[in-house]
């Protein structure tokens, strides 16, 4: 809690473009109000009464034609990025549960491990079957092997959104947040 509430007094005295002291995190910015809720970590901003109203009115404003972020110029962190998905684990890489006519592809929502399934019966017996959904599978095609494509469901995160603030040393830290009530 205690690097938040350094970097919420840093914040709104950039914000306010006033020494901290004399500094209110009510007269900041509505992209700046955005910006240090959605980097309140614990609690999250949905537990700082604070944070309700600004981050209230950008969920309502979300709906809206037009909708533009509210963005907190004076700290340079822009718009927040969004990430819907967790990455995959080691030895998977990034797949698609759906791809359409020409080469348009779904949400990045599977994991893909590529396995070789044509063992030995001791060796099939000594280690435990792959979960998942065989998405392709060949055998032979110029080797020796049996390769098989289990596609697992990539998990989803949490707090799909995201701010890279630079620190007071220019090093963006990511916050993650979400916007769900």
Same mark, same amino acid.
């Given at each position: 809690m205690k690097?938040?509430?350094?970097?919420?007094?840093?914040?709104?005295?950039?914000? @306010?473009?006033?020494?901290? !002291?004399?500094?209110?995190?009510?007269?900041?910015?509505?992209?700046?109000?955005? @910006? @240090?809720?959605?980097?309140? *970590? +614990?609690?999250? &901003?949905?537990?700082?009464?604070?944070?309700?109203?600004?981050?209230?009115?950008?969920?309502?404003? /979300?709906?809206?034609?037009?909708?533009? &972020?509210?963005?907190?110029? %004076?700290?340079?962190?822009?718009?927040?990025?969004?990430?819907?998905? %967790?990455?995959?684990?080691?030895?998977?890489?990034? #797949?698609?549960?759906? *791809? #359409?006519? #020409?080469? &348009?592809?779904? %949400?990045?929502? *599977?994991?893909?491990?590529?396995?070789?399934?044509?063992?030995?019966?001791?060796?099939?017996?000594?280690? !435990?079957?792959?979960?998942? /959904?065989?998405?392709?599978?060949?055998?032979?095609?110029?080797?020796?092997?049996?390769? *098989?494509q289990v596609?697992?469901?990539?998990?989803?995160?949490?707090?799909?959104?995201?701010?890279?603030?630079p620190n007071?040393?220019?090093?963006?830290?990511?916050?993650?947040? +979400? @916007?769900?009530?």
């Amino acid at each position: 809690m205690k690097p938040f509430l350094i970097m919420v007094a840093a914040l709104t005295a950039i914000a @306010l473009g006033v020494p901290s !002291t004399g500094a209110k995190a009510d007269d900041a910015s509505w992209g700046c109000q955005v @910006l @240090l809720c959605a980097a309140s *970590q +614990n609690p999250s &901003w949905h537990g700082v009464p604070y944070c309700v109203p600004p981050m209230t009115k950008l969920i309502a404003a /979300m709906k809206e034609p037009g909708f533009s &972020w509210p963005i907190c110029h %004076e700290v340079k962190a822009g718009k927040p990025g969004r990430e819907n998905y %967790e990455d995959c684990p080691a030895g998977t890489t990034v #797949g698609y549960s759906s *791809q #359409g006519d #020409g080469g &348009w592809r779904g %949400e990045p929502d *599977q994991c893909i491990k590529t396995v070789d399934v044509c063992r030995s019966p001791i060796e099939r017996n000594a280690h !435990t079957r792959q979960s998942g /959904m065989t998405i392709e599978r060949s055998f032979g095609n110029g080797h020796d092997g049996c390769i *098989q494509q289990v596609a697992t469901p990539r998990p989803r995160r949490a707090d799909p959104y995201f701010f890279d603030i630079p620190n007071d040393q220019g090093v963006k830290e990511r916050f993650w947040f +979400n @916007l769900d009530h």
